[in-house]
């Protein structure tokens, strides 16, 4: 990922993409004083920025460091990133991390880093294509108690349980898994949340120890819109049968329509393709009227 043509924008400048480089002993690194973002640009634009810059600075704030850009800044900069880099319609990844000038698990003192890099991720608007559904497993890991870790946070650090369970998913012939929380109830997937629907009204977990998406606000959002009843409750797994749909949300995943989970099936049918649909649309930059 390291060799390619480009720009990315890093503490303020762009540079080129081979040339954005950080020292073997950056705090990050080590123990993972790191945060992220994942959007996505469509036509040029990058959906909800500053949601996801608010987010991002929260992060930073969750993991006791200050990211040195403010929000309009952070959205500024992100769009020079993608139209240096002539796209359109792109993933963007801002980056925040504890430099190398302190090396040990206190690191007041260190550098705060800030990189941002796009680059071209197609989007999956193909319904036909979609609504064949995905299959899930059930990952062995499980989300961490808001107690035991900081589960607000897009942190580095709450991805190395998901790298090792999507790892195994693929392993054992999945596309991803279905993670439960502490409590052994419905969570979340390794990079996206999960909606599940029965008699025309859509069921998701309260987001309190995983990440509350950005996409799935959204499509909250739009189910009231088209007054579609949701309700956001503790889901224990043994209801999944119970179910008729699922889908999951995220920035990657926009809305994907699962097929299987473990022992369980599903039939993506008219609520899935509806937020497939309703979600393209409300993606694209709204036309400026003539
Ligand atoms: N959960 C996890 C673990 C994620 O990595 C993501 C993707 N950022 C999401 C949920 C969905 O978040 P969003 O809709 O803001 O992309």
Known sequence: FDQRDGFI???????PWREAKLHVLSHGLHYASCVFEGERAYGGQIFKSTEHSERFRNS??????EIPYSVAELDAAKQ???????FTD????PVAWRGSE?????????????AIAVWPWPSMFNVAEKMKGIRLDIAEYRRPDPRTAPTAAKAAGLYMICTISKH??????????M??????????????????AVDGVLHTPIADCFLDG????????????RGIEVIERRIQPEELPNFEECFLTGTGAEVTPVSEIGPYTFKPGALSRTFVEDYSAEVRPKQQAA
Do not use: H, P
């Open 9 to 15: 924008w890093m503490n303020g400048s762009l540079v």
């Open 60 to 65: 930073a704030n969750v993991l006791d460091f």
């Open 80 to 86: 020079l990133v993608v139209d240096k880099n002539n």
């Open 90 to 93: 792109c993933y963007v990844r």
């Open 102 to 114: 302190m090396m040990a698990v206190a690191a007041q003192n260190s550098t705060i880093n800030t």
């Open 168 to 177: 195994r998913a693929e392993r054992r012939g999945y596309a991803d898994a």
């Open 179 to 196: 993670m439960l929380d502490w409590q052994g109830r419905v969570a979340e997937c390794t990079g996206a949340n999960i909606f599940f």
């Open 214 to 225: 950005i996409t799935r606000r959204t499509v909250i959002e739009l189910a009231r819109r």
